[in-house]
Each structure stands twice: as structure tokens, then as C-alpha cells.
């Protein structure tokens, strides 16, 4: 089991490039990490890495065994799942991320519950607006609000969720509410945008009578974090482009105002994505049913006002 144990770290090592981020991620410290890495490379009378004081990289023996060992350790996971399957109780670990608001308002408060049906399985949950990396990061499923890019995943349609540009009325009040969605773009209204390293798209896109369209919009603030974009639209200083579940409880209570209703943001889907081998395992089967009617209950219940 040891063996084992060092494999999985040797493996988390080479994802991360770090020794100090695998001991995080495997809640192990940076010293047992690195014993662990030790007692591999004696067994294999070969060095795995080469390190420097700033990079840390495979040898040419670590890079070929590094492909075998991911193999042994899938292996030995879809293995776990087909007894769990058999046995009929689920146990093991599931790696989770969200976005910042879709997992406070929804994913994370049904954790406890799900934990509490299922007591045998752990979930580690992250939360970040920004784009993660699920085979680097070794996430079993993330919730997005969104496209599926990469084709080496696997998507599962939760529900669409309607958009909506949304303002303060005392920023209404200031700098007039927009007729059009040509009054976006120019540095016409300030749009608060989700932004953070990497980020492709810089623009709204809008229904309009001809079709979808990409407005250009500008603003004097963006964040990589979502709930902070509202925060500021309800201290007047813009306007954001929002999931309506998001923002319905300030329409409701007029703190804010729901602005060019006739050309909206298009819609966004709400998917639980994974990659493709992790549907066979009973657990993610269990945390995918359980979040999807929850997420889709927790919705309609904002939107209505519960």
C-alpha cells in the first residue's frame, strides 16, 4: 500500500510541477511529499525529476513512468467503483468546482446533505470563477455556466438559465437608462466585467432582432470575481450581465432594475462536465443526480421568490 501511496504522489507531483501544491492537494506536507518521492526513486534506481530552485520537471525515466503509473492508478479507481457498484456503497473521494456564486447560492450548501445520504463519500470542493484545468487539477466534476470547449470532457445539461443586464437606480438616475444596446459600447454606460488571466471573450452578446450579436462594452472596474461585480452595481457603479437567479432577489426589492428587457443577454446552460471514464463510477453518478434536481429545485425557487 505504501507503494501505492508513493505512486499517487509521484503522480500529483507531475501534474502540479510542485512539490508544495501535491501536499496541499493530497493534504500531505511538502517534507512527506518529498520522502515519498525519495523512497520511489530508490525503489526504481532512477532519478524522477530534475530540479532547479524554481522548476520542477520529469526526467525522461519520470515522464515514461509517470504515463504508466496514471494508467495503474485509473485502473485501480474504476476497480474501486465496480465494488461500490456491487456492494452498494459508495465510498471514496469526489474533487467538485464551481463558480464563485453558482457554488455558494447552490452546490456548497448541499454538500452537508449529500455527505449526510452518503457517509462514506469525502467531497473536497473548490470554488473559482476562473477557468480550471480538470486533468491537471484531478477534478472528478465541475459545474459551469457555459459552453463545453474541451472535447475530452463529458457535459450534462442541468437547465437553461435566463440573463439579464441589470443597474442601480441611482445609477440609472445618473447616467440615463440605455434605449438600445449600441449605447453599451464607446465607453457609453460603464459595464462591470468578469475578467481574470487567460480570459478569451471581452464582450456581451445579445439577442436582437436580426440574431445574436457581440457588443464591445467597456467599464472603469472588472473582477475575476462575480459577486463582487454585484456589489458594485448595487452601490451604483454599473451595469453587469447576470444569470437572473443570481440577481432576482434585488429586482425583487428594486435595488435593482432589469435594463434593455427586449434585447437580452442570449441564455446560459447550467451542465455538470467530467471527464468521460467518471461516469462509470457509482459515486459521481450519485453527487451528478443529487446536485442536478437540487440545482434545478434551488433555481426555480429564487426566481419565484421561496
Request: glycine letters at 8%; aromatic letters at 6%.
Amino acid at each position: 500500500m505504501a507503494y501505492l501511496d508513493n505512486i499517487a504522489v509521484f503522480v500529483r507531483v507531475v501534474e502540479l510541477s510542485n512539490l508544495s501544491a501535491a501536499g496541499r492537494d493530497m493534504r500531505i506536507s511538502p517534507a512527506v511529499v518529498s520522502n515519498r518521492i525519495k523512497e520511489l526513486e530508490k525503489h526504481l534506481g532512477v532519478r524522477l525529476f530534475n530540479r532547479t530552485t524554481r522548476q520542477l520537471t520529469p526526467t525522461e525515466h519520470g515522464t515514461v513512468f509517470y504515463a504508466g503509473a496514471k494508467q495503474v492508478l485509473e485502473a485501480i479507481t474504476m476497480a474501486e467503483a465496480a465494488v461500490s457498484a456491487l456492494s452498494g456503497q459508495p465510498r471514496g473521494t469526489i474533487r467538485v468546482t464551481a463558480p464563485l456564486g453558482l457554488g455558494r447560492r447552490l452546490i456548497a450548501s448541499g454538500i452537508p446533505e449529500f455527505r449526510d445520504k452518503y457517509p462514506d463519500i469525502e467531497v473536497r470542493l473548490r470554488l473559482s470563477d476562473h477557468d480550471v484545468d480538470m486533468m491537471k487539477e484531478g477534478i472528478d466534476v465541475a459545474f459551469r455556466l457555459g459552453v463545453l470547449e474541451d472535447s475530452s470532457l463529458r457535459m450534462r445539461g442541468i437547465m437553461n438559465c435566463e440573463r439579464v443586464l441589470v443597474a442601480a437606480p441611482a445609477y440609472l438616475e445618473a447616467r440615463g437608462e440605455p434605449t438600445g444596446p449600441d449605447q453599451l459600447v464607446g465607453g457609453g454606460h460603464d459595464c462591470l466585467m468578469l475578467r481574470y488571466p487567460g480570459m478569451r471573450e471581452h464582450f456581451w452578446t445579445l439577442k436582437t432582432p436580426s440574431g445574436p450579436a457581440k457588443f464591445e462594452v467597456r467599464g472603469p472596474f472588472d473582477s475575476d470575481d462575480g459577486d463582487v461585480l454585484t456589489g458594485w452595481a448595487l452601490s451604483g457603479r454599473g451595469i453587469i450581465n447576470k444569470p437572473r437567479f443570481e440577481v432576482e432577489p434585488f429586482i425583487r426589492d428594486r435595488r435593482l432594475k432589469v435594463i434593455l428587457p427586449d434585447t437580452p443577454p442570449i441564455p446560459v446552460q447550467l451542465a455538470a462536465v467530467y471527464p468521460h471514464k467518471k461516469l462509470q463510477d457509482p459515486k459521481v453518478r450519485l453527487l451528478l443526480d443529487f446536485m442536478a434536481e437540487r440545482c434545478q429545485r434551488l433555481i426555480n425557487n429564487l426566481l419565484v421568490g421561496k
